[in-house]
């Protein structure tokens, strides 16, 4: 499996990243399963967040973490800042509050990865940094990045951060698929168009999905005539992605591998680094993950995949 170096984290990210938004105590003994199997097949890095099953997620990983002492093995993303029935929470003392109860509920000491969920425009990067920088001199998080942020805004911070001598935002986690947007999926999300990839092509800036095989698309229980799904007819249906969907089901022949492995190894092989978080339900769908992630494909299949060919 490929892996991601962020310098402040000391073991690579895997390419692939658990995503564990359905992760509770009370499926404890599938989230154990999934876990492991996660680790049998290479993965290293966990994604949860504060929000997730309303904190449920972070508690079961905790009970994992203590049930198997095997936290060394594991790096933890959590993240916080995501809007609540208030409005925003990216200010000082909601930050800190979220993150130390993250902190308790994943029962260790410190995460390697943090990212902000949402971003909140009202508020200057310069004050943000300072926050976040706050809790990696304090050694509760290695590296930070920003979900649904855009790339105006996470330039303008990082160049903040390096003409300040501070830690700047080490990776980007917006929504990337094979299978386009049309809109966002959830208020105030962000998916990586053209203009996007482009940046992080010149930036090298990790990117880390979300969504990343676009919601079940390509898996194949989804066709032109049916709209049963009426969120992935909302976001993902269009002649377009109808076409990147037949160029990937093409191309699987060719490779004799599966087409969401083929929608999955599109994201991997970027021309930045890269990772998708994926949500697999059993083992099966897991070991599916592991033959996308060592699907290998040229940058001319990347752009015919992409309709750019």
Known sequence: MKHVNIS?????ISSLILGSDYFTPQNQEKVNEM???FVEVGGNT??????YAGGESEKAI????????????LNIWT???????????????????????????????????YALHRDDLTVRVEDILEWLNEHVQA???HAFGASNWSTERLEEANQYAAKNGMQGFSFSSPNLSLAKAKEPYWPGCVSADQQMIKWHEQSQLPLFSWSSQARGFFTGRFTRDNLE???????????????????????????????IEVALAYVLNQSFPSGAIIGPQNRQELQSCGRGASVS??????????LQK
């Open 8 to 12: 402040a984290v000391e073991k690579p």
């Open 35 to 37: 876990i492991e199997a």
């Open 46 to 51: 966990i994604d949860t967040a504060y929000i």
């Open 62 to 73: 905790g009970h994992w973490i203590d049930q198997s002492s095997n936290r060394d093995k």
């Open 79 to 113: 993240k916080g800042g995501h809007p609540n029935q208030n409005g925003h929470t990216i200010n000082h003392g909601e930050l800190y509050d979220q993150l130390q109860t993250s902190l308790e509920r994943l029962k260790t000491d410190h995460v390697e990865l």
């Open 139 to 141: 050694g509760r998080i």
């Open 229 to 259: 799904n009426e969120d992935l007819v909302r976001v993902f249906y269009n002649d377009e992605n109808w076409e990147r969907y037949d160029r990937a089901e093409k191309l699987a022949k060719e490779k004799q591998c599966s087409l």
């Open 297 to 306: 494909l040229t940058a001319d299949e990347i752009a015919y995949l992409d």
